[in-house]
């Protein structure tokens, strides 16, 4: 059972930093992209940054030189430093990625997609 676990979503005020971190555990055989997505109150989810297992970071337009994208593949882990953040940044945070749990056979890969439970990120002015 593979699972994604969020930390360190919280409350912050305007221009301040946050760092969130992801970490996937369970029956893993490979990762391929891990990436961070956010929803905000009435809002659809939208991809905030997302990086390749060679470490290729993309961004969305609003994020661009404020976020910073990692990940550390001997900890299974993908992270998302958060600078300058603004009230429009308000969101519940998720962690994305998608894993391969055993290996391949003749018949493909049984990669999927998961998702973590979210943690909450809210910017005051």
């Known amino acids: 059972q593979v699972q994604l676990v969020e930390s360190g979503g919280g409350l912050v005020q305007a221009g301040g930093s946050l760092r969130l971190s992801c970490a996937a555990s369970?029956?893993?055989?490979?990762?391929?992209?891990m990436g961070w997505y956010r929803q905000a109150p009435g809002k659809q989810r939208e991809l905030v940054a997302d990086?390749?297992?060679?470490?290729?970071?993309n961004y969305a337009d609003s994020v661009k030189g404020r976020f910073t994208i990692s990940r550390d593949n001997a900890k299974k882990s993908v992270y998302l430093q958060m600078n300058s953040l603004k009230p429009e940044d308000t969101a519940v945070y998720y962690c994305?990625?998608?894993?391969?749990?055993?290996?391949?056979?003749?018949?493909?890969?049984?990669?999927?997609?998961?998702w973590g439970q979210g943690t909450q990120v809210t910017v005051s002015s």
């Open positions: 369970g029956s893993i055989f490979s990762i391929n992209r």
């Open positions: 994305n990625a998608d894993i391969t749990p055993t290996p391949c056979s003749s018949r493909g890969c049984l990669t999927q997609d998961y």
């Open positions: 990086i390749m297992g060679g470490g290729t970071p």
